[in-house]
């Protein structure tokens, strides 16, 4: 059983399994609430990154704005003189205050990718990225044109290698296709969320899925229940209206009961739950590559486990699906 897949049509090959690297970043704020994961221990979290390299991990995925540049520092660090072993990936578009750690506002034209990048490669330690993409999920036509010309001449420069985006509208994913250093679409997907469209798209034209929040915001580790409460710090108690899983910083009582449906099926072969629901995003295509986040060693070890298990098999995967179309018609 392979535990390799290749990363689009960029050829490149990558463990199918990454890490996010969003939580590693520390405290931020977005619209004045808290769109971080709480305080980090930089040492751990450079100890978890170790730790994934001593199991095969290849892929990392941060953005410049996690902890408002904090996470691609910490990564460089944790990454300095193993950088050929791995793919970076990282993203911009999200402008930020980085002395007040906050969010500022959208930039993706041209003269902005170009200071961004260079931000983003000094703070990583590197001379190239492996795979850039755009953050903001929603661009106008000829803004995101413009964009799609300025990452070619990057990667013409060899400052990139390839490029993508972070959205979940294949429509206009789909009008990136024309550029040849195009490799791939970030994506909403989990168990709970799926995104069929940005799939036929990616095995359409030979692009990778990257996963985000393959695990649900933590939803699908199953270690939550209904008295379970997270603080105003933790970007999932902030009051973010687009957190779908979490509200008032207590898990959803519907997202509660949807996983307990499908939680035996999903420790199927002794997986975690976790591991079941990244062996879920596995066998859902073969284009997909689920990137869970991380804040220790421990979590680290589970997700990249999953791959000791591999794709869920198709009965589960029958199975779970009937459960949770089930349910869909009768909410």
């Not at 769109?35 to 930089?42: N, Q, R």
């Not at 008295?227 to 973010?240: I, K, M, P, Y």
């Not at 098999?313 to 459960?323: F, K, N, Y």
Request: hydrophobic share 40%; net charge negative; aromatic share 6%.
């Amino acid at each position: 059983m392979s535990t390799l897949r290749k990363l689009g049509r960029s050829g490149l090959s990558t463990k199918a399994i990454g890490l996010g690297c969003w939580a590693i970043g520390g405290p931020f704020t977005l619209d004045d609430r808290a769109d971080g994961w709480g305080d980090v221990d930089d040492a751990q979290s450079v100890r978890a990154i170790e730790a994934a390299l001593e199991l095969g991990a290849t892929l990392f995925d941060t953005a410049d704005v996690y902890g408002t540049g904090h996470s691609e520092q910490v990564l460089g660090t944790a990454l300095k003189g193993r950088r050929g072993r791995v793919l970076i990936a990282t993203k911009f578009g999200y402008c930020y205050d980085a002395k007040a750690r906050s969010v500022a506002g959208v930039d993706v034209s041209p003269s902005y990718i170009d200071r961004a990048s260079a931000e983003s490669l000094r703070r990583l330690g590197t001379d190239h990225i492996d795979l850039y993409q755009i953050h903001v999920g929603e661009l106008a036509d000829d803004a995101v044109d413009a964009a799609g010309e300025a990452l070619e001449h990057l990667a013409e420069a060899g400052r990139i290698r390839w490029w993508g985006w972070s959205t979940d509208n294949a429509s206009a994913a789909s009008r990136m296709l024309k550029f040849p250093h195009f490799a791939a679409v970030q994506q909403e997907l989990n168990l709970f969320v799926d995104g069929p469209q940005v799939l036929e798209l990616c095995e359409a034209h030979n692009l990778a899925s990257l996963n985000r929040s393959p695990l649900a915001m933590g939803m699908l580790t199953g270690k939550f229940g209904a008295t379970s409460r997270l603080a105003e710090t933790d970007v999932r108690g902030a009051g973010h209206a687009w957190v779908r899983f979490f509200a008032g910083g207590r898990p959803r009582p519907e997202t509660l009961q949807r996983l307990e449906a499908v939680r035996e099926l999903l420790t199927t072969g002794g997986r975690t739950v976790a591991q079941g629901a990244l062996g879920w995003l596995l066998a859902r295509s073969p284009a997909t590559v689920p990137i869970p986040g991380f804040k220790s060693e421990a979590q680290v070890r589970e997700n990249l486990g999953a791959l000791d298990y591999g794709p869920l098999p198709p009965q589960v995967m029958g199975e779970i699906d009937a459960i949770l179309n089930q349910e869909t018609e009768n909410a």
